[in-house]
């Protein structure tokens, strides 16, 4: 099994910065897989982003050049740097790894954008 703990989100402005990270610890080998999703109030959980163990990596269309997802080998630890941050990022973002066909979630961040 995986185990992700998240941290970095919070309250930012609107063309700010944050940058999240997950850590993963358990059976971290079988990871095929890592990525960011989020899901705010009254809408469905949606992929921000993801990166394979090869590196290869997918953008949502609505955050295409404004974040950066990458994944540190050394620490276990996958980022996701959020720049040019607007109000419709706002929501609680998760962090998900594929483990042999199995899905694994964080417990969740909140990032909340200010106009």
């Known amino acids: 099994q995986v185990q992700l703990v998240e941290s970095g989100g919070g309250l930012v402005q609107a063309g700010g910065s944050l940058r999240l990270s997950c850590a993963a610890s358990?059976?971290?080998?079988?990871?095929?897989?890592m990525g960011w999703y989020r899901q705010a109030p009254g809408k469905q959980r949606e992929l921000v982003a993801h990166i394979t163990r090869g590196g290869s990596t997918n953008y949502a269309d609505s955050v295409k050049g404004r974040f950066t997802i990458s994944f540190d080998n050394a620490k276990n630890t996958v980022y996701l740097q959020m720049n040019s941050l607007k109000p419709e990022d706002t929501a609680v973002y998760y962090c998900n790894a594929v483990a042999l066909q199995q899905w694994a979630w964080g417990q969740g961040t909140q990032v909340t954008v200010s106009s």
């Open positions: 358990g059976s971290i080998f079988s990871i095929s897989v």
